[in-house]
């Protein structure tokens, strides 16, 4: 069975702090995403990564970075955590191409307090 | 950044009614994929269209893709408590570049 997993299903946080999130898939995917899901926004893209140690920016960067050292391997890292970073984080992978399904890990729901 | 709106946000409705729910965009698709998202799981993915006009059918759940290939409707027959969910049509305009729409919130009470 596929699997794609997030280190964590709830985190708490203070502001300030540095945040790392994790995420491990198992079928050799080339491409990795982090995404953020706010209710009635949908999904938005962080970042994402189609080989090791490559990276691009989506749409929404700021105050994030990502670190990718194994293909299986796709972390997303909050600096200095923040109020408004207070969301649902998802990770994704997928094989590279057009037409190709993205699979979802469980989410990490994140609050910065 | 392409937008992807989907109409209604939310939707609840009784077992045994049909539903439309529809994913609208000024940008056009290479192709339009609609996900499922259960409480505490992350999406997954339920069909792909490619063509303009093309539909497909899953069980109760017909998906239309636009003849411009700017929009999606997807149409549920006779609903069932198991089909609540958040739906998201996700829209491609090449490799590695797929937009989320703002999701459906679908509750069937039964």
């Known amino acids: 069975d596929v699997k794609v997993t997030q280190s964590s299903t709830y985190l708490v946080k203070r502001t300030g702090e540095k945040v790392f999130l994790e995420c491990v898939q198992d079928?050799?995917?080339?491409?990795m995403f982090w995404y953020r899901q706010d209710p009635g926004l949908g999904l938005r893209l962080i970042y994402f990564?189609?080989?090791?140690?490559?990276?691009e920016k989506g749409d929404i960067p700021e105050g994030y970075s990502v670190s990718r050292e194994k293909k299986e391997r796709f972390s997303l890292i909050l600096e200095s955590a923040s109020t408004n970073q207070t969301s649902m984080y998802l990770c994704?992978?997928?094989?590279?191409?057009?037409?190709?399904?993205?699979?979802f890990g469980q989410g990490t729901r994140l609050t910065v307090v | 950044t392409q937008l992807l709106e989907q109409s209604p946000q939310f939707l609840s409705i009784q077992e045994g009614e049909n539903l439309t729910v529809y994913c609208n965009s000024s940008?056009?698709?290479?192709?339009l994929q609609w996900y499922r998202q259960e409480p505490g799981e992350g999406p997954v993915l339920l069909v792909t269209?490619?063509?303009?006009?093309e539909v497909k059918k899953l069980k109760r759940l017909t998906f239309q893709f636009g003849d411009a290939r700017k929009d999606s409707s997807l149409h549920i027959t006779a609903a069932q408590p198991g089909d609540t969910g958040l739906y998201l049509c996700?829209?491609?305009?090449?490799?590695?570049?797929?937009?989320f729409g703002t999701g459906t919130r679908l509750t069937v009470i039964p």
């Open positions: 994704a992978s997928s094989l590279p191409g057009v037409r190709t399904e993205a699979f």
């Open positions: 990564s189609y080989d090791v140690k490559m990276k």
């Open positions: 996700a829209g491609e305009t090449g490799a590695n570049n797929l937009f």
């Open positions: 079928m050799d995917h080339e491409n």
């Open positions: 940008s056009v698709f290479s192709s």
């Open positions: 269209v490619v063509t303009g006009g």
